[in-house]
């Protein structure tokens, strides 16, 4: 029976990153995942993620830079394409406010961000109704993160810095060795993989693989759609990636992206879904839905507001009370590190979550302040 250093459970954005990190110093890691890869179900697999440096604390900011830096070594380690930069507009009503705190902590942070008028907004972006918002925050970081091939990528570069990929194994149980260590995970078909450590990264389904989890994370449905512009003149502002942004407009929960797959911009609501069981998520779109999609665009972006849906996706987050995000060893085994609790806004922050994983891991310690991803927060 072969024994790992380090067995990942789960290939998302965040496996597959931790993988790639302790593979790159050596360790003799196994990727462990539920579904052939990449699972079309996982949280991190669309088109599409928004990546902005726009966060309301300069924690966070520093760590999309950080990442940032980390998504840019990866782009050229892969000879791949992983983002587009757009910038991200973060349309506001109220001071002080979300938009307002996040201009400030980006410029705390050394950082550039603008604060511009609604009038002003439309005069860059003609598309949106200045009517609908009173001010703008630009975050000129903000970029597609092109999530499907990113996640292809990582898994990819983990394989060939010596990873073994496993798919279509579902962890059902982390094996006690005694004594608060854990030798190893067993799969549903009864295999027994041992390691040294083990990460848990299994996304929206943590809650079934660590039941003792279920009072601290809930799991909701969230949709995504595709709706592909009618065809403008050349005289009118279209909404391809060199002239409209990423929007945030998150008085409404509402946040999109120009042009990037199809022909088709994509648009989804921020606010937390229904809670649901995360091996029995109802696929089917609710018409109520769209329609709330279409009421947005009809104030916000009037030229969309007939847009032909294209497509509509089904995901899951996995949520903290508090969105923070759970990074901490397991209460029961001190070599079991939890990785989880992204709450709808992880995905940017992959290749720094994994560089910390991997840091705990082969030190015990982060160069990152964690404190605020503890359990005992
Ligand atoms: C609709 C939506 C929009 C989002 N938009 C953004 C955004 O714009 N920007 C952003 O930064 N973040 C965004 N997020 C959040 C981000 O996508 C997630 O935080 C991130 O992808 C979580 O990655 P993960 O690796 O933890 O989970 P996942 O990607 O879900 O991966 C978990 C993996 O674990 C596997 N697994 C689970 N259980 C087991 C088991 N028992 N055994 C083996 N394998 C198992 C699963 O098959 C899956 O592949 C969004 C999320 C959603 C749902």
């Not at 911009?265 to 091996?279: L, T």
């Not at 329609?291 to 032909?308: E, N, Q, S, T």
Request: proline content about 5%; overall charge negative; some cysteine.
């Amino acid at each position: 029976m072969e024994s790992y250093d380090v067995i990942i459970v789960g290939a998302g954005v965040m496996g597959a990153s931790a993988a790639c990190e302790l593979s790159r110093h050596g360790a003799k890691v196994a990727l462990i995942d539920q579904a052939a890869l990449p699972n079309p179900s996982g949280a991190s697999i669309d088109h599409s993620k928004v990546f902005r440096l726009a966060y309301p604390d300069t924690i966070y900011v520093q760590m999309a830079a950080g990442a940032l830096g980390l998504w840019r070594d990866i782009e050229e380690e892969t000879d791949s394409r992983l983002m587009t930069r757009t910038g991200a507009l973060l349309l506001g009503t109220l001071r002080p406010s979300f938009e307002t705190m996040c201009y400030d902590a980006i410029r705390q942070s050394s950082f550039e961000a603008e604060m511009i008028s609604s009038d002003e907004a439309a005069r860059r972006y003609p598309q949106f109704n200045p009517d609908a918002f009173s001010y703008a925050v630009l975050d000129p970081l903000g970029a597609i993160l092109h999530a499907e091939s990113a996640v292809r990528a990582l898994i990819d570069l983990a394989r060939r810095r010596g990873a073994r990929i496993i798919e279509g194994e579902r962890v059902s149980r982390i094996e006690s060795g005694g004594n608060g260590i854990a030798r190893g995970v067993t799969t549903a078909t009864g295999r027994l993989f041992p390691s040294g450590s083990v990460i848990v990264a299994s996304g929206p389904w943590t809650r079934a693989v660590i039941p003792g989890l279920s009072s601290i994370l809930t799991t909701t449905r969230q949709e995504v759609f595709y709706f592909e512009p009618a065809k403008v003149s050349a005289s009118k502002a279209g909404f391809d990636a060199d002239s409209f942004p990423i929007f945030i407009a998150l008085d409404t929960g509402f946040y999109g992206f120009p042009i990037h797959h199809g022909g088709s911009i994509k648009i989804a609501n921020h606010r937390k879904g229904v809670a649901v069981e995360p091996y029995s998520v109802e696929a089917g779109i609710d018409e109520a839905s769209v329609a709330m999609c279409r009421d947005f665009f009809r104030y916000y972006i009037p030229a969309l507001a007939d847009a032909r849906l294209t497509e509509a996706r089904v995901c899951m987050y996995n949520n903290t009370a508090d969105d923070d995000f759970l990074i901490d060893w397991h209460p029961d085994f001190e070599n079991v590190l939890l990785v989880t609790g992204f709450s709808g806004h992880g995905f940017k922050f992959g290749p720094l979550i994994g560089r910390i994983a991997s840091e705990l891991l082969l030190t015990r310690e982060s160069s990152y302040p964690i404190d605020r991803f503890r359990l005992g927060r």
